[in-house]
């Protein structure tokens, strides 16, 4: 439902994480402008979805339906990826303005006011805004950003093999990453064109955000032993 501050101008929403508001994932879609952010917390792989193209996540947990972040008292990072971070609200269908899900059991609880008293945004609706025009920019720079880096050559297909101790082992399958040596190998040309777009800072952040990984493995060892 479209959110507007006569209709809604006293709905609170409680603002929490857990499983049952969908956080108990391992991986979450992530947008470009989030991994300058993103990529202090968690590894940044990259897929294809079933139409071809590309999308980014953000590596939560090494097992199905496990975020190694998500504890008894909520998320646990520096950052929280605007699509876990928006809760029951979503981007109207015309580009403007704020849809609630009032069948949200986070609607109506005790939590955060929405408007102001006497009139105005409150600051937690304020922050669920620029959420949302995280979401909506991320949205309009994803297939640009892919497009520059396959017209590189920079994304390589890859399966990440964890050796998480006491025998166990895992795999993340069906993942693209940066090409290391395929960007070091770039011509100032190519350099010139992708630090233009953006996408070559966009390049090293997913480079970058790849050492978090033994920092998850360690998160999972703590959690379930290895």
Known sequence: MPLNNVDHHDLTVAVAHGAAHGDAVNQVLLFPNEF??????YPILFRRDERGGFYA???????PDDNLFLGPDGWRA????AVRQRGPFSPAPDGQGVQVDLDDPRVGQAGESLYLQHGGTAPYLAHIEAVLDVIREGQAINAPLFAAWE???LLRPTTIEIDLGDGQTCAVEGIFV???DRLDTLDADALATLHRSGALR???MAVASLDNMPRLIDRRRQRHGG
């Open 36 to 41: 300058e952010t993103a990529q202090r917390d």
């Open 57 to 63: 996540v953000a590596l939560l947990g090494l097992d």
């Open 78 to 81: 520096s950052y929280i990826p």
């Open 151 to 153: 017209a590189a050559r």
């Open 178 to 180: 940066i090409d290391e």
């Open 202 to 204: 966009a390049a090293f």
